[in-house]
């Protein structure tokens, strides 16, 4: 029996736009067909902040205070809310058909790459499940913060009652792309200059915090490979970015920066 084989990419850490444009190649190449389905990790060199593919930057986010900071920002092709990227961070996205899956409806897609997800971080220890339920009635509303991880959305992991991966997709054609955010650490000391209304301290965990120890990105990205391994019984190559991909994400580029600060943070 031949065991089916996807794409394990190590991006290692990468400028915002340049993290943004190479997923968005990667979805379309597995759209034509040129790809298999492809699991890859990077985090963000400088710091970034990522909007979701419909938020306004107005209200969001203060440019000002970022170009300040040396915090880039873009715009993922993915929905949601602003995300505050660090070094401290383990990105991953995540492209494949819903026909690989075996899914119909957005939901039915998040359930089944947020199993891949949980099994990653069981072998960090950690017991994750996907929230799936509705906001409690009065309940902040959905959109008095920019912020990603200052609200819990039915497509994010949590640990207890904090949230600990948020997750944003975009579907067309039947194939998926879903880009995930799992913080080391949370440092709420730049949300205040960053994100313009930002609320109440989140109800959100880092994974260092969850786990009752430090563990490193390589970990992180070992767990994740194996969890994903295991839930779609495939098997992983390591590969890079075909030279196509490559060539499409620098024409992306320009299209997913908002601004580049043009220095390191942190």
Request: glycine share 10%; net charge neutral.
């Amino acid at each position: 029996m031949t065991v089916e084989r996807w794409r394990f990419i190590d991006s290692g850490p990468m400028p915002g736009a340049d993290n943004m444009a190479l997923d968005e190649a990667m979805f379309e190449a597995h759209a034509a067909g040129a790809v298999p389905p492809t699991l890859r990790v990077y985090t963000w060199r400088p710091w970034a902040v990522s909007l979701g593919r419909f938020q306004r930057v107005e209200g969001s986010v203060d440019l000002e205070a970022c170009r300040r900071l040396g915090i880039d920002v873009v715009r993922r092709p993915t929905g949601g809310r602003a995300i505050l990227h660090t070094a401290e961070e383990v990105t991953f996205g995540v492209v494949v058909s819903a026909a690989r899956l075996g899914t119909t409806g957005i939901m039915d897609s998040y359930r089944a790459l947020a199993a891949a997800i949980a099994a990653g971080l069981k072998l960090l220890g950690l017991d994750a499940r996907l929230v799936e339920r509705r906001p409690a009635a009065g309940a902040q509303p959905s959109g008095q913060d920019p912020a990603c991880f200052a609200v819990k959305a039915r497509c994010d992991l949590v640990v207890g009652a904090a949230k600990l991966v948020g997750s944003a997709q975009v579907q067309r054609e039947g194939v998926i792309l879903q880009q995930n955010s799992l913080p080391l650490r949370i440092d709420l000391t730049p949300w205040a200059d960053v994100f313009v209304r930002s609320g109440p301290a989140p109800e959100a965990t880092g994974l260092w915090d969850a786990a009752h120890r430090q563990v490193l990105y390589g970990e992180v990205a070992s767990a994740l490979r194996q969890g994903f391994a295991a839930t779609f019984a495939i098997d992983f190559e390591d590969s890079e970015p075909t030279a196509e991909e490559q060539r499409r994400a620098r024409q992306r580029r320009e299209e997913r920066a908002i601004l580049d600060a043009g220095t390191s943070s942190g």
